[in-house]
Nanobody, 129 residues
Framework: EVQLVESGGGLVQAGGSLRLSCAAS????????IGWFRQAPGKEREGVSC????????YYAESMKGRVTISSDHAKNTVYLQMNSLKPEDTAVYYC??????????????????????WGKGTLVTVSS
């Protein structure tokens, strides 16, 4: 059974930092692109960042580029999202997700336009002003 379990969300003041974790199980970590989406109330879901399990390449959404860093620990089958300089508009439920990369598609295209195979239940990040 595939499981993606997020942790690390919470309440933080504007300008603060949080590190989200996603523990993955039930699939071959190296075969997947794993990362994060977020959805704020009343807004569409947005692909924030992802990392390729096979070659470590990364993608960042423009809205968070320069403020977030994604990393992976293959020994622990865990992906992390370090978020710094948080803003109130970063308030959202953050979901971990994992998808296979179709041949000839970049991870950015996958994360922006394709259906993703597996999802976690999400962790709430609230940034107060």
């Amino acid at each position: 059974e595939v499981q993606l379990v997020e942790s690390g969300g919470g309440l933080v003041q504007a300008g603060g930092s949080l590190r989200l974790s996603c523990a993955a199980s039930g699939f071959t970590f190296d075969d997947y692109v794993i990362g994060w989406f977020r959805q704020a109330p009343g807004k569409e879901r947005e692909g924030v960042s992802c990392v390729s399990g096979s070659d470590g390449s990364t993608y960042y959404a423009e809205s968070m580029k320069g403020r977030v860093t994604i990393s992976s620990d293959h020994a622990k089958n865990t992906v992390y999202l370090q978020m710094n300089s948080l803003k109130p508009e970063d308030t959202a439920v953050y979901y971990c997700a994992a998808g296979l990369l179709p041949y000839g598609i970049t991870i950015a295209t996958l994360w922006k336009y394709y259906d993703i195979d597996y999802w976690g239940k999400g962790t709430l990040v609230t940034v107060s002003s």
